[in-house]
């Protein structure tokens, strides 16, 4: 039985009875039509593997400008598209040999009566995939009509055998004076010999809403140790060489000048988990001293209020980062915090505290309260070109007071800001928790041997984890696993 559905821009068949294992992805999709972006949106995008070293390729509703209207083709299905095994674990595909044709009832009203020039239009389909990720390019020669359509889906950035990426936030202080905190990702490679390879890349100083871009920091087969709060450790005490960033990041990077041939004094700590990576590194640079701190994020988005001398304004959705500093503080950022009230925005700039005590409650949440002054920096340009913030901190903080609780998926902030003589009360997130299940260690909404088993590995290494105390004593130990189990046979 056919199943008919549309090709890149046409009408191609799928069997539907070929599929022999399918996977789905959703990722990210641009258009861009002779240079400049013209669609960009999510995509879902099916991979049908048939068994025999090919595929079929399917990216549902699919839409492309035509002139200057956006166009819904609807799905794209390519069939048997030639694909092949990497060594680097990958399954590449492409297809160059067919051509397509818009059908007239597709293209935009003004465009049905030249129908004939959308006929037999060349393309190339490459990609490559993985079980979790897909990365596609599909150029379109409609060169006869004067555009030249590329369409990219994913991000080519897959993770290589052995590699493990991490984000973070990102903490420099140069001389002292912090500059603006950043999200960052990092690469650890595992060489399968008790060394790894660190990689801090596009490292770029922010401060006040200006850029430095300084390059790479890359140090390899940094020997690794096992400690006894779990975590791997590694440091590097020695001379870095720092190179340029990529290009398409920024240009005019710093770093290669500033490390010359012999490089700069470095001196690195470091430990990490499967999911945790902290690291604290000082450069040496002739007159200046660069402190990096690198700590856990996890990023929470939610609704954003905010209350202005009573007054409501319009409802947003923001980002908020807390990264956990692994000695019961944190560091909270909303970073870019706009006032947003009859369609006027005014941008005030980061909100950024750190070393925030946070303590569990007995309600299984961890709470954190903060209680006077602040610096409000700049925000990113490209959000802005004004923030107000910098402005009233420059003869020193504003007071502000923050309540917050949190879990691994919400969090509930309030924050009180007295603002250039307005009042400013937010709100990110709601406080309806929902109730948690005390000895639910692994978070699965139930208290079973998954979460005595998580307090043993706790223990076996003397180390300490807020959601295996259970009792509450800053100690993970046999009371722990006795309450889990007690738990269980009362169930």
């Not at 995509?43 to 209207?69: M, P, Q, R, W």
């Not at 988990?273 to 402190?291: A, C, K, R, W, Y």
């Not at 043993?456 to 300490?464: E, F, I, P, T, W």
Request: proline content about 4%; glycine content about 10%; aromatic content about 8%.
């Amino acid at each position: 039985m056919k199943k008919t559905l549309l090709t890149v821009l046409c009408a191609f068949f799928c069997l539907g009875s070929m599929a022999q294992s399918e996977k789905n992805y959703t990722e990210h999709y641009v258009v861009t039509t002779n240079g400049s972006v013209t669609n960009e949106s999510d995509a879902e995008v099916t991979i049908v593997d048939n068994g025999n070293s090919t595929i079929n390729f399917v990216l549902k509703d699919f839409t492309i400008t035509i002139g200057t209207e956006p166009t819904n083709i609807g799905d794209v299905c390519l069939e048997n598209v030639a694909m092949t095994e990497g060594e680097d674990g990958l399954k590449y595909f492409q297809d160059s040999e067919r051509k397509f044709t818009i059908p007239a009832e597709k293209l935009p009203a003004n465009f049905q009566m030249f129908a004939q020039f959308f006929v037999n239009i060349p393309y190339t389909l490459q990609g490559k995939y993985n079980d979790v990720k897909l990365y596609a390019t599909i150029n379109i020669d409609m060169s006869e009509l004067g555009q030249d359509i590329f369409v990219e889906v994913g991000t080519d950035d897959f993770l290589k055998p052995g590699e493990t990426r991490y984000k973070d936030l990102l903490l420099v202080s140069v001389n002292g004076a912090e500059t603006t905190p950043q999200i960052t990702d990092i690469s650890v490679f595992d060489n399968g010999d008790g060394t790894i390879n660190f990689a801090l890349n596009n490292f770029i100083l922010e401060q006040d809403g200006e850029k430095m871009p300084v390059g790479n920091i890359a140090l390899n087969n940094l020997a690794t140790e096992a400690s006894e709060d779990g975590m791997m450790h590694f440091s590097y005490d020695g001379n870095l060489i720092i190179e340029a960033g990529d290009p398409e990041v920024a240009e005019g990077w710093v770093g290669p000048a500033l490390s010359g041939e012999e490089g700069l004094p470095v001196k690195l700590e470091g430990r990490l988990s499967d999911d945790q990576l902290f690291v604290s590194i000082n450069i040496e640079i002739p007159g200046m001293t660069i402190l990096v701190n690198l700590i856990p994020v996890k990023v929470y988005t939610d609704q954003l209020l905010v209350t202005i001398d009573g007054s409501s304004a319009e409802p947003q959705v923001a980002d908020v980062m807390v990264s956990d500093n692994g000695n019961g503080t944190i560091n909270f950022l909303l970073k870019n915090f706009v006032l947003v009230q009859e369609g006027q925005q005014m941008g005030v700039g980061n909100i950024f505290v750190r070393d925030l005590a946070a303590e569990k409650g007995d309600d299984g949440l961890m709470h954190f309260s903060y209680d006077g002054d602040i610096t409000i920096t700049a925000g990113d340009p490209e959000v802005s070109d004004t923030w107000m913030g910098p402005i009233l901190c420059q003869n020193g903080g504003i007071p502000i007071q923050l309540q917050g609780k949190m879990n691994l998926d919400k969090l509930f902030v309030t924050i009180n800001i007295p603002f250039g003589g307005m009042s400013i009360f937010v709100q990110l997130g709601t406080d309806d928790f929902p109730a948690g299940v005390i000895g639910d260690v692994t978070g699965d909404g139930v208290v079973d041997g998954g979460d005595a088993q998580q307090i043993l590995n706790v223990m076996s290494v003397d180390g300490y984890d807020a959601k295996c105390d259970i009792n509450n004593d800053n100690v993970v130990d046999g009371g722990d696993y006795q309450q889990v189990l007690n738990i269980m046979s009362a169930q």
